[in-house]
Every structure is written in structure tokens, then in C-alpha cells.
């Protein structure tokens, strides 16, 4: 079926060659949010006024009286210096959306299809316990992997671990210091955390300490045996707490390739890049020189040790390799932009294809109410599990507000998929490019723009499906679209896909959000005007509206799937 602004951007483009201005490209039609000017706009005609040298009202007024016939489109008209306004037509639209409830995918296109896209995201610590601060990149980076799987992209989910380097160099030295066993064995990353810290703490105190650290790094690198060893039980300690995590927030990965999984192409990498004069030495190390006034991307340090500028290239040559890509979106923080400007510009060295696409999915940092998120090294921080926990008791008290009459367990049930939910909605309903502040007034909210807010609209929708028979069907009679109220939540299903595109395309979850939000809203207007089961309503008007009622919860369904929260049939 494709997306409505498609089918839109088809005919108007249709009507430029048909009015003599060629076949160049056009921009795309776009929903409009005020109904006075119309359901959809194109601004085509501001580009072609411009390369044909006339008034864009002049070409508007030209596309509309060119516009070819079509079932889709009730009307047309010019507005301001030279937009145009384009209607739907109710028939058709009322067949787009019923045609859209009978499809898994609601009618999205596949655009993807046929292509590869890897995802790196979430990318935790060994040996640390995961906390708030990695929230961002796994909730973005998991909501970006099933869209693209929704749009058909064939997607790798890589966590990229981080196992290797300087700080495990620490950590080896601390263990032998300050272990304590029995500790370990009660809460091993517990006290991995702990004798880390004290190992930083002494490494910032203690020059000595830390060129020992150093070393220890170096030989880890370079396979020692007993060094491996330990430091495989740490990864396997922390891989085991990690999976506890992820299937509570139901993620799942397709590959654990950390860093030290190229440990043995590292040295090979460096010699080849120096051998085809990519990599140059530089006061005893290598780097690779980058244009301009960037600074080169170091890959080999004096003492021999490498750095995450090499593994990720080799990473790279890998991902290259094994899944052959046309896209890999790398979902990091902000403070990592001049990292990836440097790796990217070097992978184009290293002989990286330029129409291989590479994007640093970038976000901004997450606060709770209390202040900045600390770092690890300092032991300040709050796991993300204690904040799960938190979001579950909360929505616990909110459920038993709503619904006393269900049973303890069930409440309980409940609260843990909408204090899952609260957390991932909230993050994903914000530009990820801004700094956020997590405040659970807001997260919680049951005035909209919250997951229980969403979840409690799907359920009331699931509810009157269920008493009208239609829970596990549409009905057959066609979507009502004659009142108002009806129109403007068959135009919102209509552009869910065009919502899911534009979040891939802009690597922005929050595009779906906001529009699901404005779905769940317009729930209500629908409920106070247009009554479905209630006595009195004609038997053909119910089917319609029931069958506009199972589009509606079906696209309410798809989209938080999308975004990993779950829906409750009852709430």
C-alpha cells in the first residue's frame, strides 16, 4: 500500500509533467495539523517556480487544474503564495483504513527491502553494573532497530561491549589487592564495581599504580593466559546480569561483539594501514591524518596499547565483511560527535565505500530530578534497575487507583509493563538530541504524553471491541469516517507509516511517539460523540464504528510495539 503522502506526491508530480514543467523530483506532500487547509500540502511549487522563473501561485493554480482523476482526492485548492491543499475523499479513506486494520504492518512501505542495516547501540561496561546514564542509547537504539525491521530492512543488533582497554588493566591490579571472595560470590558485579573504584581512586593518587595498570593492559592484549582468564569471568558474570536486564526491557540482540573481539585483527589492522601509508608514526605512535583541521584518529599508542579509535575500525572492516551493510547507525551519546567525525573520516581512508552510509545517532543526556547522572568511576550513580523497580511500584499505586477491582497479581502484572513502559515512553517522546530531565509527574501523567496514558487508551478501545464482539477480527462493514470526530482518528491510522517512515528516516522515535499520542487523544472527542455500543445507535453505524475502533487499536498496538512497550487488553 505504501504511505498516503506518497500516493499524494505521485499525482502531484503526475500534474507537473502534465502541465509542462518536466519531470524533475518534487518535494513530498505532508499531513497538515490544521483541517481548514486540507489533510495533506504540497509546497511543489515554490521549486518549480523557481527553476522555470514564474510566481509559485501561478504554478499552484496550474498543478490543481492539471491534477489527474483519482478516487484518493476530493478536492484541491491553492492557498497563500503557492501552497496546495489536497482532501481526501471519505469512500476511499474509510478503504485505506480498513485495508490498513487487516494488515500486521498496517499498510507501511518496506523500503528496506533487500538491504542491511547494522545497529550499535547499548554498548555497557563489563564488569559494571548498567545504570541510568545507558539508558538512552538502549531504549533509542532498540525502538530505531524495530522500525527498521518493521520497514523492512534485514537488521544486526550489535552490542558493541565494552571489555577492553586501560580500565580493565585497573581492574586486574585492584583484584589482586582488594578482592574479597565471599563478596564476589553474593554479588559479583557488586564487587567488581567496588574494587574498580579503588583502583581508579589509587590510579589518580599513584603515578606508579597506574603505569602498572598500564602494563597489565598491554599484556591482557597481547593473550597472557592468566590475565585472560580472570577477565573472562568477568565477562561472564556480566553478560549473565546484563541478560536479566534486557529480557525485563525485552531486548534482544542479534550479536555481543565487544571490543575485545578483535583483539587479534588490531595489530594486523595497524600494519596494513601503515604499509598503504593511511597510518603514519608520530612521536612514536600511529595515527591516521585526517583533512583539514581535525585531528588525526590515534590507533596505536607509544607503549604499543590501542584504542577504541582501532577497534572500532576493525569492527568495522568486520561488519563490512560478514553482513555487507548500506547503512550502520552507531547510537552514542553526544560527548562521542568528534570520535565519530574522526572515524568515519578515517574509515573513508582506510578505503570504507563511500556509499556505504555511516551515522552517529547522537542524543543528549539524561538527568533525573536530582541532578546529572554521575559517572562509575566514582560510585555515584543509580542502576537502571533500581529505576525499573521505582517504575513499577509507582505504576502499581496508579493501577490500584484505576482498577481496584482487579487482583493483587494482576495489578502487579500490570504495573511492571506500564513501569517499563513510563520509562521508555518518556525518553522516546523527546527529541533525543536534547538533554532530558526524568521527572515521574510527568512520566506518569494521565493528561497524555506518558505510556500509561497509551496503555489505558488501548485498553478502553480493546474493552468495547470485546463486549461488540470484535477483539480478534475487524468487522466487515466499512471504517466510519462521516463525523468529524470519525475522520480524524481514520486520518491519524492513515498516517501512522508515514510517522514510522519519518522516524527512520530522521533517526527520531519521537516522531511515532508524538503521533501515537495525538491518536490516544483524539480517542476522546470519538467517545463523547460518536457512541458504539450504546442502545439507539443503528446497527450498521455500530459495525462502522466498531470497525474504526479495531483500526485504531490495531495502529495503537503497532506503534508501541515499535517503540518496545507493551499493550494490556485490561487495565
Known sequence: MGTVAAHLTTLVRS????????????????????????????????????????????????????????????????????????????????????????????????PGAGHTIVIDYSAPNVAKRMHVGHLRSTIIGNA????????????????????????????LLGWREWRDDEAFAQDPIGE???????????????????????????????????????????????????????????IKFDTFYGESAFRHELKPLVEDLLARGVAVESEGAIVV??????????????????????????????????????????????????????????????GVPPDLELVHVWFGMLRLSGGV?????????????????????????????????LTEAERYAIAEAVGTGTVKYFDLSQNPQSDITFTWDRALSLDGGSAVYLQYAYARLHSILRSGGAADAPPSAPVAVEHESERAL?????????????????????????HLDQL??????????????????PADVRERRLALVFAVAHALRAGLELLGIQTIPRM
Open 520 to 537: 490516544a487523544k483524539a480517542v476522546g472527542p470519538f467517545y463523547e460523540t460518536c457512541p458504539v455500543l450504546k442502545d439507539g445507535v
Open 192 to 250: 567488581l564495581q567496588r574494587v574498580y573504584q579503588l583502583a581508579t581512586e589509587r590510579a589518580e593518587s599513584d603515578p606508579k599504580f597506574l603505569d602498572d595498570a598500564r602494563a597489565e593492559t598491554v599484556l591482557l592484549q597481547e593473550g597472557d593466559p592468566e590475565r585472560l582468564k580472570l577477565w573472562q569471568e568477568f565477562v561472564d558474570v556480566s553478560l549473565a546480569e546484563f541478560a536479566v536486564l534486557y529480557d525485563r526491557l525485552t
Open 144 to 171: 530505531l532497530d524495530r522500525i527498521h525491521r518493521f520497514l523492512g530492512w534485514r537488521v544486526v543488533a550489535d552490542n558493541h561491549l565494552g571489555d577492553w582497554g586501560l580500565q580493565y588493566g585497573k581492574l
Open 289 to 350: 591524518p585526517l583533512e583539514g583541521n581535525d585531528p588525526p584518529l590515534l590507533i596505536r599508542k607509544k607503549d604499543g596499547a590501542s584504542l577504541y579509535g582501532t577497534t572500532d575500525l576493525a569492527t568495522l572492516r568486520q561488519r563490512i565483511r560478514d553482513y555487507a551493510p548500506s547503512k550502520i547507525l552507531y547510537v552514542v551519546d553526544t560527548r562521542q560527535q568528534a570520535h565519530f567525525r574522526q572515524l568515519f573520516a578515517a574509515a573513508r581512508r582506510m
Open 15 to 110: 500534474a507537473a509533467e502534465r502541465a509542462g514543467f518536466g519531470d524533475e523530483p518534487i518535494e513530498s506532500t505532508v499531513a497538515t495539523r490544521d483541517p481548514a487547509h486540507g489533510d495533506y500540502q504540497s509546497n511543489a511549487a515554490f521549486r518549480i517556480a523557481k527553476r522555470v522563473g514564474r510566481r509559485p501561485r501561478d504554478i499552484a493554480e496550474a498543478l490543481v487544474a492539471a491534477l489527474p482523476g483519482d478516487p484518493a482526492v476530493a478536492g484541491a485548492e491553492v492557498a497563500g503564495p503557492g501552497f496546495v491543499n489536497l482532501r481526501l475523499a471519505n469512500e476511499w479513506l474509510a478503504r485505506d483504513v480498513a485495508a490498513r486494520a487487516a494488515d500486521p504492518r498496517l499498510g507501511a512501505p518496506q
Open 373 to 405: 547522572v554521575a559517572s562509575t568511576r566514582k560510585g555515584q550513580v543509580v542502576n537502571l534497575i533500581e529505576l525499573l523497580d521505582r517504575a513499577a511500584e509507582k505504576a502499581f499505586e496508579v493501577v490500584t487507583t484505576k482498577s481496584p477491582e
Open 490 to 514: 481514520a486520518l491519524l491510522v492513515a498516517r501512522l507509516p508515514e510517522a514510522v517512515e519519518a522516524a527512520a528516516e530522521q533517526h527520531r522515535p519521537n516522531l511515532l511517539a508524538e
